[in-house]
């Protein structure tokens, strides 16, 4: 037997141990029996992390809906799958059931397919969190179309870039969304974005916000009717488990988006595992994670994980503020909701509300409260426990990346006991290295490094699309036979992980994932500036936020600073969206640079925190006459 649900710490140590032993027993076992298979693999895992190439289960045959719908339809078909909870709440929420579910992918698939969608080929959707997003993630992989998720905040030369970089002849969008009392236009935006790709010769329009909008004639046609005339029933395609499921575009801190490649089999197992152990998910629960299905968090522990284990996954169409903070405290107590997922930065903002809010509503069905997308403060943490958790709810930090595909280091509730800010103990069958600078592995306990893993794990990403060769730059090539993280950690005196955050030029704001390269670069476009260097300073409820350091190329060009400012703002919002802009915008006539020409950030980023003292050796730099000039200008 293997171990599917752990339950005591000296359980997680015996199979951890054997995880690391015997990887391919270990995961062999859990694959046979938690899964259907059409047919089984040949072998469970080839890998090399200098090519880098790694494969899992090869051979097997599957399909990955089947194991997230088919098989729970005949003891579970009408149990819920998806509870919608719309931006509204006077509007009522949706109870789609597993068999309701599996027609409405059926349905969907074969609309894909009447549309000439076939197996490999790419399928952007840049939807809201509204049903037809996860009916149309499953409905791609039904057929083995390949999704390319764009989170629906983006603006649109960033879904352009998406589009094209994947090749997708087909998206799918709706007329608009809901964001608490706003609505967003995201057909125009899907408009724009298509003026610079050829490519695209259909686009499927779900109706949302029933607002007036153009549709090309030959290329946008409304999904309802179509739906409304598709046969409930579609053959799933049998896929090799090395088959791409998702294309995942995430920043890098250089360059144009990463489009992280997850393959099939490999993928669902570890998000199924993982889900069903850091949330203990239990036959009738409610679970609810609040991210959105455009980032990676939504794609393993909204959809694939929870629907893998016949899971009633909560998806929240709406904003936490609307119509009042006391917005997610009410759908807990509505759904008695059991597990509850979301991201420091919400639990910070939340924090600083009134604590009515919290205390109006009855959280005693919850049972696990997690946190996810940066490293969670203490004081965020104890609010999060005292007034969600009740003290009684363990909290799981649970550190991942989109590269990672599932969650890697986590407390597993009611298993490991947690001490604020620390991820804890890695999950079974990961295998962390901490290293220092020279490159070599810091063994033992009390040390603190760059993060690594040392062996894989079945959901890791395989390749960037379209650029192997970046792939292996970026995460096997700074230590050797090792995949990088890009985070720093500690490992404490008992082996507990505490990730400290980036070491590379990933900034995280608001829990999202962005380079400075292209902020960078959207900013240089503007006719005024000459060149800019964006750095993350500490902020109290985005965790960080952005601080520009722009260069005029007339120095006297700054006459309306705020006016310059407003539009530095916006040149961002158009090339990448509002996530991304600049908090604090410092003018300066120049930048300081090494004499090779490197940008010394490490001095802009304490300037940025106000942390004057201890900027270090300036005296090597080319023009250290500029470091004076900034601090006296900062903000
Ligand atoms: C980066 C990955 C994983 C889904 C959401 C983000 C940071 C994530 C934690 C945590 C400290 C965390 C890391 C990581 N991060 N979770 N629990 N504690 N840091 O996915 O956009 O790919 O970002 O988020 O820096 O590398 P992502």
């Not at 799933?236 to 998702?246: G, N, R, S, T, W």
């Not at 250089?254 to 089999?265: I, N, Y």
């Not at 260097?533 to 936020?545: L, T």
Request: glycine share 8%; proline share 5%.
């Amino acid at each position: 037997m293997s171990n599917y649900n752990i339950k005591h710490l000296e359980e997680y140590f015996k199979v951890y141990r054997k995880s690391v032993r015997e990887p391919e027993v270990f995961w062999e076992e859990i694959a046979e029996e938690h899964f259907s298979w059409h047919k089984k693999w040949d072998k469970v895992l080839y890998w090399d992390f200098e090519k880098p190439e790694i494969k899992w289960y090869e051979g097997a045959k599957l399909n990955i809906t089947e194991n997230c719908i088919d098989r729970h339809l005949r003891m579970t078909g009408d149990k819920t799958a998806i509870l919608f909870e719309p931006n509204n709440p006077d509007e009522g929420a949706q109870h789609i059931s597993y068999r309701q579910l599996h027609e409405r992918v059926n349905k969907f698939a074969n609309v894909l397919k009447d549309n000439g969608v076939r197996k490999g080929d790419r399928v952007c959707i840049y939807l809201p969190m509204i049903p037809e997003l996860a009916v149309s993630l499953l409905a791609c992989a039904r057929i083995g179309a390949i999704h390319s998720v764009v989170f629906a905040g983006f603006s649109s030369n960033a879904l352009a870039t998406r589009i094209n970089d994947s090749d997708c002849k087909i998206v799918i969008t709706s007329d608009g969304s809901y964001r608490g009392a706003k609505t967003i236009d995201l057909k125009g935006i899907v408009d724009v974005a298509l003026e610079d790709c050829p490519g695209v010769h259909t686009v499927l329009v779900a109706e949302r916000i029933h607002s007036d909008i153009k549709m090309k004639p030959g290329r946008d046609q409304w999904l309802q009717p179509l739906l409304d005339q598709a046969s409930p029933e579609c053959e799933p395609e049998i896929m090799d488990a090395e088959d791409p499921l998702f294309i995942l575009y995430t920043s890098g801190s250089t360059g144009k988006p990463k489009g992280m490649v997850h393959t099939t089999a490999g993928y669902m197992v570890y998000t199924a595992y993982t889900f069903k152990n850091m949330f203990r998910y239990e036959e009738d629960d409610v679970y609810w994670c609040t991210a959105d299905i455009g980032w990676i968090t939504g794609h393993s522990y909204i959809v694939y994980g929870p629907l893998a284990n016949g899971a009633t996954t909560l998806m929240f169409e709406g904003v936490p503020s609307y119509p009042d903070y006391g917005r997610f405290w009410e759908i807990v107590e509505k759904h008695r909701v059991n597990q509850f997922y979301t991201a420091p930065t919400a639990i910070r903002a939340l924090a600083k509300e009134n604590l009515g809010y919290v205390e109006k509503y009855d959280l005693s069905s919850l049972k696990v409260i997690g946190s996810v997308g940066e490293p969670i403060n203490e004081e965020a943490w104890h609010w999060y426990n005292d007034n969600v958790g009740k003290k009684k709810s363990p909290i799981v930090d649970t550190w991942w990346q989109t590269e990672t595909g599932g969650i890697m280091i986590s407390p597993i509730p009611y298993v490991t006991p947690t001490i604020p800010t620390y991820a804890t103990l890695p999950f079974i069958g990961v295998q962390p290295a901490l290293m220092d600078e020279k490159g070599e592995e810091l063994k033992g306990n009390q040390v603190e490094g760059r993060l690594c893993i040392k062996y894989p794990w079945p959901s890791i990403a395989r390749t960037i699309w379209g650029n192997h060769q970046r792939y292996k730059d970026t995460y096997f090539s700074a230590f050797a036979k090792k995949y990088f993280t890009g985070d720093g950690a500690l490992r404490d005196a008992t082996g507990y992980y505490r990730i400290t955050g980036r070491v590379d030029d990933v900034i995280i704001v608001s829990g999202h994932n962005l380079g400075t390269a292209p902020i960078e670069d959207a900013i240089n476009e503007h006719n005024a500036v000459a060149e800019s260097a964006i750095v993350g300073f500490p902020h109290d409820i985005k965790g960080n936020a952005l601080y520009g350091y722009v260069v005029l190329k007339e120095a006297g060009a700054a006459r309306n600073p705020d006016n310059l400012r407003k539009e530095i703002n916006q040149k961002i919002t158009e090339r990448i969206g509002p996530i991304a802009k600049l908090d604090k915008i410092q003018f300066a006539t120049g930048l300081p640079k090494t004499r090779s020409g490197k940008i010394m950030r490490r001095i802009l980023r304490k300037i940025a925190a106000k942390d004057f003292t201890n900027l270090g050796d300036t005296s090597t730099l080319l023009n250290p006459e500029i470091v004076q000039e900034i601090i006296d200008n900062a903000h």
